[in-house]
């Protein structure tokens, strides 16, 4: 017995569908794709009215374990993804202890076979102890099964311990992602330079912050080959310096988060470190120039830099507080809101950006509805309404901006390799 969804929108930019069809699940794997399907023997779930797109694929997540088990955990992050039609997720390596060496990240990855709900692909650190001095062993990392690795939460200062591994990882094959910050320029910094920030009379974070490191990155990233992803890019000129970067034949792509395109630092209410994240939000025309990006193909990807903290923690005065948002439950229906409903991206480019283009970018076998493929799979109504209500997460961290925003698109079921692991019974 299978399970067949029909009368849904197939979104699929594997195979360029966008239509009315059924899709028959057998076991793990994608059995058929087309009109009319027989219902057989199969579980029917009837998904009229809704989008049916493959399961959504975030490269940028923070799950905390080991270590901050307080504020997530592979369990409780693997379930907050499957609440927001997220199948696939690749957790950063900035844990207690750091995810450094073939002994952590095989840790890891038991744990996530035991607690798991969906894909997890563990990112592994550019140097050991995340300190910028040494890199790790990154070619018997990728023998282990690391397909990644990022210095997420800093950047190595150190350009030739950097160059060092991209050189390491271009040979191997393995992608580096990329947090740009000059952490000599941040000062102490907890939102963007601006009125803002001088208003609520806290040190402010320059463009420049960004843009010295994405600039220097992607130097490296030509003088060695390797492939780089650039994390939570939030300014005109990290876009401007992919999209050169793109016309000179690199293999550099970038990602926005759904807080940059919907939120810039006007809209900080007051002194609220729930929009305290790392890049800050910053202006108005930067948010502009993230969205540009987006529509028109410089920016392949959104992700969530889905950062939990505790509500003590988030309760502190920007100043003190630590920099981080929740994204994993709300990515979908923000990008769906901000961006489809606007008329910035058509739907078939939201699924591009949220599932099909992470996939290819990062090389795995996911982000496409083809026959004979993993059974990853979101649908989602795209007319349903909803207030987003922080007390309604799984995740544990409930730390988001976004709590009381009316938004459409909501997530139905969640297949992750064929099983149903996620389904709105609310």
């Given at each position: 017995m299978g399970i067949l969804i029909k009368n849904g929108r197939v979104i699929d930019p594997a195979s360029g569908r966008d239509g009315i069809?059924?899709?028959?699940?057998?076991?793990?794997?994608?059995?058929?794709?087309?009109?009319?399907?027989?219902?057989?023997?199969?579980?029917?779930i009837d998904a009229a009215g809704c989008f049916v797109m493959p399961g959504l694929v975030d490269l940028h997540v923070h799950f905390r374990e080991p270590g901050f088990e307080y504020k997530e955990t592979v369990k409780t992050g693997t379930m907050a993804a499957a609440h927001g039609g997220v199948t696939s997720v690749f957790p950063m390596p900035n844990t207690r202890p750091v995810i450094d060496s073939v002994e952590m990240f095989s840790?890891?990855?038991?744990?996530?076979?035991?607690?798991?709900?969906?894909?997890?692909?563990?990112?592994?650190?550019?140097?050991?102890?995340?300190?910028g001095e040494k890199p790790t062993d990154i070619e018997a990392l990728?023998?282990?099964?690391?397909?990644?690795?990022?210095?997420?939460?800093?950047?190595?200062?150190?350009?030739?311990v950097y160059r060092e591994a991209m050189r390491?990882?271009?040979?191997?094959?393995?992608?580096?992602?990329?947090?740009?910050?000059?952490?000599?320029?941040?000062?102490?910094?907890?939102?963007?330079?601006?009125?803002?920030?001088?208003?609520?009379?806290?040190?402010?974070?320059?463009?420049?912050?960004?843009?010295?490191?994405?600039?220097?990155?992607i130097l490296l990233a030509k003088e060695t080959g390797c492939r780089l992803h650039l994390c939570h890019c939030s300014t005109a000129d990290s876009v401007r310096m992919i999209a050169q970067a793109k016309k000179d034949g690199l293999k550099v792509s970038g990602e926005?988060?759904?807080?940059?395109?919907?939120?810039?630092?006007?809209?900080?209410?007051?002194?609220?470190?729930?929009?305290?994240?790392?890049?800050?939000?910053?202006?108005?025309?930067?948010?502009?120039?993230?969205?540009e990006g987006l529509r028109n193909g410089t920016i392949e990807v959104i992700s969530t830099d889905h950062a939990p903290h505790s509500a003590e923690e988030k309760a502190l005065p920007i100043a003190k507080a630590p920099f981080g948002i929740t994204g994993l439950e709300t990515s979908l229906c923000l990008t769906y809101t901000e961006l489809v409903l606007t008329g910035i991206l058509t739907p078939m480019q939201m699924v591009e950006k949220m599932s099909y283009n992470p996939a290819r970018i990062a090389g795995i076998d996911r982000g496409t509805l083809l026959p004979g493929r993993k059974a990853d799979i979101t649908v989602m109504n795209p007319d349903k309404e909803f207030i987003i209500d922080r007390n309604a997460f799984v995740s544990k961290g409930k730390n988001t901006p976004f709590d009381g925003r009316k938004v459409k698109g909501v997530v139905e079921y969640t297949f992750a390799d064929g099983r149903i692991v996620y389904q709105n019974r609310r």
């Open positions: 069809y059924d899709v028959l699940i057998s076991g793990d794997i994608i059995a058929d794709v087309g009109k009319d399907i027989p219902d057989g023997s199969n579980d029917v840790a890891v990855n038991e744990i996530v076979s035991k607690d798991a709900v969906v894909n997890v692909f563990q990112v592994a650190a550019v140097t050991m102890g995340q300190n990728k023998a282990a099964g690391c397909i990644a690795v990022s210095e997420d939460g800093k950047s190595v200062m150190n350009s030739n390491t990882a271009a040979r191997c094959g393995v992608i580096v992602m990329a947090h740009c910050e000059d952490k000599n320029l941040v000062n102490g910094g907890a939102l963007n330079e601006s009125a803002k920030s001088r208003e609520l009379g806290v040190n402010g974070i320059t463009n420049a912050v960004e843009d010295i490191i994405a600039a220097r990155d926005v988060c759904p807080h940059h395109f919907t939120l810039c630092d006007e809209d900080i209410p007051s002194d609220n470190a729930d929009y305290k994240m790392n890049p800050p939000l910053r202006s108005r025309a930067d948010m502009e120039a993230l969205r």
